[in-house]
């Protein structure tokens, strides 16, 4: 497996595409099937294969229909999008106007996929994924256990494995990281079954305890909306040094408007107390970074939407304004119910955006831990 | 100019490895210091190099006084991020434990960076760019001109400079598309001067009109705070189907507390009439997706908040929801000043990710647009 990237050269393109056919049997391109005139990958693959470059005609007609549709022509310079190489299979773009393409030669597979990333997803999942299983008789490709945490580092979780007998016999260990969120992978190696493997992950699961929230790859917004969704239960959001962060994230998920009412992004200290409704005197005697003004910002915001659960944070994501008393990273995040308030302090590390994404992942988490109490 | 993807895999990097000092004189690698089983560049660069491996105490040192701080302890673990190739210059980590280093050998210059994005940006403005910079003598890498374009499409753009026309000699144009904005890049070749390079620009900016919104490499939330800052105004925000997306491009910026007060993420029906005081009338007759609707929010947002500018949307981002009179991609964008309300209908293209992204993007630049009126 390798990935590798090169500029929208003619001689570069080539070049790298040689290298990936004598490595692999299996070779994807993404990129380059685009209107302008730096998107070459048509033209390098067809002067390679010695082939030509035919018109799709379906693909041009449902680009035509869509122009037509929001009354505009299609042009000679967007039809160019809908060419793919002769002999070729096109794979149909549900979301954007070049289609992917399949084309099989000298016992080599090349998929042409477009670049933009939601129309490389697209395909790959529409048209890719369904060939790759349809390949393989529908078997998984790939023996494996996830573990997805929250609230430990990378290191941390060396530390527990370590302690729990890491490494384990026959067992790859794969790690990916991102601010407050480790997703783990262990993979089996041939010799190993699927008992073991199974093993393997109950055993992950109790070094790691309460950290682990999914045992598949999913994220917690979505995790929050099956708890939600399942108990009818509704959400609104205060979000000071997040800014409308997790109010973005919980929105991702389709669906999200049956539990989420919304939020208040109170970025200024008087929308603390003007809407919030966060007295003027624990914002002077405690500061807007505090415990005090983030259990009043949650308990406001839940009586304001009228909505079962009320989550809200407030913190320092700098670069200025910490203190020694309350350094950058300094952040307090409640979750308010109507008969309790759960309240964490949290120093994260790192700089502006990643302060931001802890503190989202975290506020999240909590919520998650306090929904999941109640039972 | 190439860029190689490859598995935690001893084999596999070597080759890479190999292949790139081939090929280049100048190689970076990112990712692998990190303090699991599976950070494999360390040894696999000291192997090929035929070094050896050694602590950086200064690292360290600095890596256990930050634990200190925290009433931490330093474990053999995490220390061993701190561990670089012999002979190899460190270069500090500010905002993460292991440092990159550089190290020159056989007339080839090898980076090694860690591979978190925001650990991996540190390293390279603080340690790498000052380095490359000095290596040239101080003088631009590359001789090019770039301008932000919002509202138009890749090919949009292309039909305009095929009329003006393009291709110009000496003059290769690349282009970078995301949602509702594309980074147009001229560069010049070598025979051509930087008169000819900055007419090239001039003819770029005179066909797109006002659609470019900048000629550096600027977004447009930073280019907002440097116009409200200016004018010392203020700003309030009231998102529908964004769910805070805008409130958080806005507040990226460090700074933004001047000017940005936050505001109402008002993803329930029932939020748009109890906290923006949209009548249920004008919701009834018209819907909550509607021009109606969306003026009243960002005049009932300006107005809670005491700001000079509300900035409102609302639209149907799907997958479902939409009709055949408002198809899913529908969306009203306002902006509320003292004086008037601007309003502007859009049908984005696109999944879900992909609406909510232009949404935003064009949100912010009929602000722009609003407040450069003003003058």
């Given amino acids: 497996m390798r990935d590798t990237t090169v500029p929208d050269d003619r001689a570069a393109l ?10 692999a049997d299996l070779v994807f391109i993404s990129g380059g099937l685009g209107p302008t005139e730096d998107d070459l990958t048509r033209e390098v693959v067809a002067a390679l294969a010695g082939r030509g470059i035919v018109m799709h005609e379906p693909s041009r007609r449902t680009l035509q229909e869509r122009f037509a549709r929001t009354g505009r022509t299609l042009d000679p310079i967007r039809e160019r999008q809908t060419l793919i190489v002769e002999g070729a299979e096109a794979l149909p ?4 106007a070049a289609p992917g393409a399949r084309l099989e030669w000298n016992g080599k597979v090349l998929f042409m996929l477009p670049g ?3 129309e490389f997803g697209a395909v790959l999942d529409e048209h890719v994924m369904p060939w790759l299983i349809a390949q393989r008789g529908g078997a998984q490709a790939l023996r494996e256990r996830v573990l997805m945490v929250n609230g430990l580092g990378e290191s941390d979780i060396v530390q527990r ?3 729990a007998g890491w490494p384990l016999p026959g067992i790859d260990t794969a790690y990916c990281a991102a601010a407050g969120r480790v997703e783990i992978r262990l993979h089996a190696r041939e010799l190993v079954s699927d008992e073991q493997l199974d093993e393997a992950a109950a055993r992950a699961a109790v070094a790691l305890g309460e950290y682990v929230y999914a045992h598949e790859r999913i994220h917690l917004e979505h995790l929050i909306g099956t708890l939600l969704t399942r108990r009818e239960q509704t959400l609104a959001t205060a979000e000071s040094c997040t800014g409308g962060l997790i109010g973005e994230r919980l929105t991702r998920v389709h669906g999200s408007s049956h539990y989420y009412l919304g939020g208040v992004i109170a970025y200024a200290d008087r929308i603390k107390s003007s809407i919030l ?11 807007a970074v505090s415990k005090e003004t983030v259990c009043r910002m949650a308990d406001g915001v839940r009586a304001l939407y ?18 020694a008393d309350k350094p950058v990273g300094t952040v307090y995040i409640a979750v308010s119910e109507a008969r309790t308030t759960h309240v964490e302090k949290y120093i994260f590390p790192g700089d502006r955006e990643l302060i ?7 506020a999240m988490n909590l919520l998650r831990r306090s929904i999941g109490m109640r039972d």
């Avoid at 409704?277 to 500061?287: A, F, T, W, Y």
């Fill in 14 to 23: 080539d070049e790298a595409l040689r290298g990936a056919l004598a490595r």
């Fill in 93 to 96: 773009n549900s979301v954007g």
């Fill in 116 to 118: 933009p990333p939601h």
């Fill in 161 to 163: 494995f370590v302690e």
């Fill in 277 to 287: 409704g966060v007295s003027e005197d624990v914002l002077m005697e405690h500061g």
């Fill in 306 to 323: 009228g909505a079962d659960y009320g989550l809200a944070v407030t913190g320092i994501a700098g670069p200025s304004g910490g203190t």
């Fill in 356 to 362: 931001r994404e802890w503190t989202c992942q975290s």
